[in-house]
């Protein structure tokens, strides 16, 4: 214990997986104590700053145009409104502002020109800022950086086998370009995924096969529970039971021992004493604020409770990378390319998400 590996294998992580509990939580928590601190969970809010609209079909999110929720789209929210959301968020005890757009991909032009002052903006404000806001180039990757990024989340979702039945209109290989233009900017890395979709055991292990296998480790993997919406492909999968997530951060916690594990969506399903066992089993961030994009969330004076109960202790900014420094537009070296990602799955389809999509246009 103590190297971090790049080549574990699907059977290697299955066997984590399955060990008794009690025994895998007894080798969870130790990995977790050699390299964090128990003691303190990060706290970051996760801002939409545009909501609904997207052309992707992602199984599971009511964001995608093509499916029939009841998400209320909103244009991309103004910087002097974010940068009050982000002082909220630290009065509140939040040490990272994640904003999340529903894009397919960046695209250079206005509206990428005003997330970057975004970026600026809450790095000034000495928070950690991460954006998700879907492919991005390597320039744009750049220019975030150079803004003040701390960190850029690009979800793997599921294993390459079964991404291929969630997502038909971009590729797993897509994903790992836009992780690897994010590498190569300076910007740490966030990438997990989502359990619960009706995958395998198979695939939660092919995930972390991946994830694990890039070189360095993801700084941050959250791991979400599906919250099933209506109207999305995925509306009637069952909901997972607590065991599978503490076990799933607990495997996540071994196989990447340095990585920040979040306790991403699902929370609102959990007790106190579920989210207790995850972070015994190494989860070490939590979302707060009383939506997640665009499912419920536990409110923060509740998380603030659970955390006097734990005797744990939010985490302060920047505490294992330093912060970027920002360099202001007029004096940016990058300019916009106007670069476009290729559409890599033409003519690819799911029967789940167009079953969805017809329902969608019956109800329109
Ligand atoms: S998960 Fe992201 S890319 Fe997929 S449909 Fe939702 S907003 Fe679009």
């Not at 970057?116 to 000495?126: A, H, Q, S, Y």
């Not at 038909?168 to 994903?175: G, I, K, L, Q, W």
């Not at 995958?199 to 480790?217: F, H, I, T, W, Y």
């Not at 607990?250 to 594990?261: D, G, S």
Request: proline residues 5%.
């Amino acid at each position: 214990m103590g190297v971090t590996r790049h080549d574990w294998t699907k059977g290697e992580i299955l066997e984590i997986y399955n060990k008794p509990l009690m025994e895998l939580l007894y080798e969870a928590a130790t990995v977790h104590r050699k390299f964090h601190d128990p003691n303190e969970v990060q706290v970051s809010t996760l801002l939409s700053i545009k909501t609904g609209g997207c052309s992707e079909d992602c199984g599971y999110c009511p964001q995608a145009a093509r499916y029939n929720t009841d998400i209320e789209g909103n244009d991309l929210m103004s910087v002097p409104h974010v940068k009050a959301q982000a002082l909220r968020a630290k009065e509140a005890g939040s040490s990272r502002v994640c904003m999340g757009a529903a894009w397919r991909n960046v695209k250079d032009g206005p509206e990428f020109d005003q997330v970057l002052e975004m970026v600026r903006t809450i790095n000034k404000l000495d928070m950690e800022v991460c954006c998700t806001l879907g492919m991005v180039t390597e320039n744009q990757a750049k220019r975030l950086s150079e803004a003040g990024l701390y960190a850029y989340n690009h979800n793997l979702d599921t294993s390459e086998d079964y991404y291929k039945d969630v997502i038909s209109t971009r590729a797993f290989e897509d994903r790992l370009e836009t992780i690897d233009h994010v590498r190569k900017s300076n910007i740490t890395v966030c990438s997990g995924g989502i359990i619960g979709m009706g995958e395998k055991l198979e695939d939660r292990a092919g995930m972390l096969v991946a994830l694990s296998s890039l070189n360095p480790q993801p700084e941050s993997t959250p791991i979400n529970a599906l919250v099933p919406v209506e109207g999305t492909p995925m509306a009637d999968i069952e909901p997972i039971e607590i065991w599978e997530m503490i076990r799933m951060v607990a495997t996540t916690r071994i196989i990447m021992p340095e990585t920040q594990v979040r306790l991403s969506a699902g929370r609102t399903e959990m007790s106190r004493e579920g989210q207790a066992l995850c972070f015994f089993a190494g989860a070490n961030s939590i979302f707060a604020g009383d939506k997640l994009l665009t499912t419920p969330n536990p409110d923060v004076n509740e998380d603030m409770a659970m955390f006097e109960v734990l005797g744990l202790n939010p985490q302060k900014p920047f505490a294992k990378y330093q912060q970027p420094k920002t360099v202001e537009a007029k004096d940016s070296e990058f300019e916009a390319l106007g670069e476009k990602p290729k559409w890599s799955r033409p003519g690819h389809t799911i029967e789940r998400n167009e079953q969805a999509k017809q329902k969608a246009k019956l109800n329109s």
